[in-house]
Nanobody, 116 residues
């Protein structure tokens, strides 16, 4: 069955870094655009970053540009989110999303807490 499993979340101090991973299985990973979203308590889920199927194009929310980097390894069926210079407002559950016009799959999320 389709699975997206996020990992790498945790507690980090402001200014610190984390690298999230999302391992995919059960579908043709390279046929899907991949994205990272996040949802903070009491707020709507928001797009953080996206990457095209072959990884040739990326996009970022203005709030993370220059600090976060999305990448993918189609041989490993995995998408990554490198997060640097983390801020307290980055505290949220981070979800990966696999999308194409006929399907949309979500992971269960991983908690990121940025606090001193």
């Amino acid at each position: 069955q389709v699975q997206l499993v996020e990992s790498g979340g945790g507690l980090v101090r402001p200014g610190g870094s984390l690298r999230l991973s999302c391992a995919a299985s059960g579908f043709t990973f390279s046929s899907y655009a991949m994205s990272w979203y996040r949802q903070a308590p009491g707020k709507e889920r928001e797009l953080v970053a996206g990457i095209t199927r072959a990884g040739g194009s990326t996009n970022y929310a203005d709030s993370v540009k220059g600090r976060f980097t999305i990448s993918r390894d189609n041989a490993k069926n995995t998408v990554y989110l490198q997060m640097n210079s983390l801020k307290p407002e980055g505290t949220a559950v981070y979800y990966c999303d696999a999308w194409r016009t006929v399907a949309d799959y979500w992971g269960q999320g991983t908690q990121v807490t940025v606090s001193s």
